[in-house]
């Protein structure tokens, strides 16, 4: 079955540029997802077809995907974007979640 | 208001049975796939299962393959999650989810529902 890996933990300083990568066997070919999930909260689509933003979400997020490591990246990092963060792809019929990155602000 | 809400969550023995519901407001499902999600608490998310927008193709995790169902009723705007034989490693926050078409991604996600098996 496909996998995608996650590092357990990134952590950033305020203000700088935070850089989550998913990696997964040529996950350059799938489409990737971000979903971002706060504390208490259900997760939010904040990534769609590798580079797409929906409404509401900052520019500040941006994302690629190529060869087998996908990379979220979120410009000038505040507080508020602490959570976790989770690459997600499609294998067939089946969405594959990574294992998650917790982003800590600090 | 656009919203999910799930209910039917709570404790039962290994091998019970529980059946989920997920109701939406603000909008109408009958439009789109819908999907279970699933989250041990503290752990990263898993997907369980989905159901095209008119019942008539379903797909499932081989982890719940023959023992969960998922359905719809568009007529009251709910998705359902039918679990039999419950394992202890089933024990999680059961989130339903809405998929967008446009985004191909899950746009709308419930509060979730816990599901605790533990004799």
């Known amino acids: 079955s496909y996998e995608l890996t996650q590092p357990p933990s990134v952590s950033v300083s305020p203000g700088q540029t935070a850089n989550l990568p998913c990696s997964g066997d040529?996950?350059?070919?799938?489409?990737v997802y971000w979903y971002r999930q706060k504390p208490g909260q259900s997760p939010a689509l904040v990534i769609y077809h590798d580079t797409k933003r929906p409404s509401g979400i900052p520019e500040r997020f941006s994302g690629s995907n190529s060869g087998n490591t996908a990379t979220l990246t979120i410009t000038e990092s505040q507080a508020v974007d602490e959570a976790d963060y989770y690459c997600q792809a499609w294998d067939s019929t089946t969405a594959v979640f990574g294992g998650g990155t917790k982003l800590t602000v600090l | 208001e656009v919203q999910l809400l799930e209910s039917g969550g709570g404790l039962v023995q290994p091998g019970g049975s529980l059946r989920l519901s997920c109701a939406a407001s603000?909008?109408?499902?009958?439009?789109?796939?819908m999907h279970w999600v699933r989250q041990i608490p503290g752990k990263g998310l898993e997907w369980v299962s989905r159901?095209?927008?008119?019942?008539?193709?379903?797909n499932y995790a081989d982890f719940v393959k023959g023992r969960f169902s998922i359905s719809r009723d568009n007529a009251k705007n709910t998705l359902y999650l039918q679990m039999n034989s419950l394992r202890a490693e089933d024990s999680a926050i059961y989130y339903c989810?809405?998929?967008?078409?446009?985004?191909?991604?899950?746009?709308?996600w419930g509060q979730g529902t816990r599901v605790s098996v533990s004799s």
């Open positions: 159901i095209r927008s008119d019942g008539s193709s379903t």
């Open positions: 603000g909008f109408s499902i009958t439009n789109y796939w």
């Open positions: 040529t996950v350059g070919s799938k489409y």
């Open positions: 989810a809405k998929f967008n078409g446009n985004y191909d991604g899950f746009d709308i």
